[in-house]
């Protein structure tokens, strides 16, 4: 029974995944990418961080430092992927290269080994990724691709992060370093597009809007 428990929570997660990107793709419709992250990350700290107590034994110092990569390195990147042309289908196929790039991550700078059981598993999901792309009908950009890919080394920096950090309370470490991801992307915005594109909250939908919210927290 518990392996089936724990193979419907293991899709239940790759449901929800897949379904994040549809809603930024949506998201994107009434926002720009920097307005859209601020605001997935301002409801993942709100209110939860005001009941919730800041994660022990790591400093406020690597708990900025993951907000910062996982706001703007990771998510921020994504969202401008998908406004450049990339679709929300192979958005979500190119970010786990993230995998790879965390195992070559994981060797230098946690000493980790690589077997020849790892680098077989490795090939095979590096050719399967390739052909997923490689047969899409899906649309694409060089741009997209191009951001997308920061993305995912971002997200492979995270992990390193989470590695060495080792969080005993995830849920806690997540809301904490949005309060340091929120300002990150919310300077962005200010710096590239002034206060004015704040403007646009008056035109999204209040579907959108929810949708955020429930999956930023999931």
């Not at 741009?143 to 060495?164: D, E, H, R, T, Y």
């Amino acid at each position: 029974m518990s392996k089936r428990l724990d193979l419907f929570v293991g899709f239940l997660v790759t449901v929800l995944w897949g379904a994040n990107f549809a809603v930024i793709e949506l998201g994107l419709r009434d926002l720009d990418p920097f307005i859209l992250t601020f605001l997935r990350f301002t409801f993942c700290a709100f209110p939860l961080v005001f009941f919730i107590k800041k994660p022990e034994g790591i400093s406020l110092i690597s708990i900025a430092l993951y907000g910062v990569i996982f706001g703007v390195g990771l998510w921020w990147v994504v969202n401008f992927a998908m406004f450049n042309g990339l679709s929300a289908g192979l958005s979500s196929v190119f970010l786990q290269f993230s995998a790879f790039f965390t195992i070559v991550l994981s060797c230098f700078f946690l000493g980790e080994k690589i077997n020849k059981i790892h680098i077989s598993g490795i090939v095979t999901a590096f050719v399967g990724l390739i052909m997923i792309i490689h047969f899409s009908e899906e649309s694409s950009t060089i741009k997209g691709v191009f951001f997308v890919i920061i993305a995912a080394m971002s997200w492979a920096v995270c992990n390193i992060i989470v590695k060495l950090t080792r969080p005993a309370n995830m849920i806690a470490f997540i809301v904490w370093s949005s309060l340091f991801s929120a300002p990150a992307v919310l300077i962005m915005t200010v710096y590239v597009k002034g206060w004015g594109g704040y403007c646009q909250y008056r035109t999204i939908s209040r579907w959108v809007l929810l949708s955020l919210f429930c999956f930023r927290h999931i």
